[in-house]
């Protein structure tokens, strides 16, 4: 079956950096478009970054120049290197591997910004 497993989170102090991993195993990764998703408490979840099977990235404007989202098709793995890190991102981040109408998501992994 379809897993993606995220690694990588924590509690940080803000302006610090966290790297975060996804592990995906069961689909044809190299297809899918992957991303990086995330929820704050009581709000809904945004996009922070994707990346397609070609390498081509989006950032949502909030993270454009502080997040760097990459792949290792040979590792079935995506990252999200994070800097320069706000209190307001405290949230739940979640992998997500999207192919057509196929969506996948990972258990998420709790990332904390102190102040």
């Known amino acids: 079956q379809v897993q993606l497993v995220e690694s990588g989170g924590g509690l940080v102090q803000a302006g610090g950096s966290l790297r975060l991993s996804c592990a995906a195993s069961?689909?044809?990764?190299?297809?899918?478009?992957m991303g990086w998703y995330r929820q704050a408490p009581g709000k809904q979840r945004e996009l922070a970054a994707t990346?397609?099977?070609?390498?081509?990235?989006n950032y949502a404007d909030s993270v454009k120049g502080r997040f760097t989202i990459s792949r290792d098709n040979t590792k079935g793995t995506v990252y999200l290197q994070m800097n320069s890190l706000k209190t307001a991102e405290t949230a739940v981040y979640y992998c997500n591997a999207q192919w057509y109408k196929n969506s996948y998501w990972g258990q998420g992994t709790q990332v904390t910004v102190s102040s």
């Open positions: 069961g689909i044809n990764f190299r297809t899918f478009t």
């Open positions: 990346i397609t099977s070609g390498g081509a990235s």
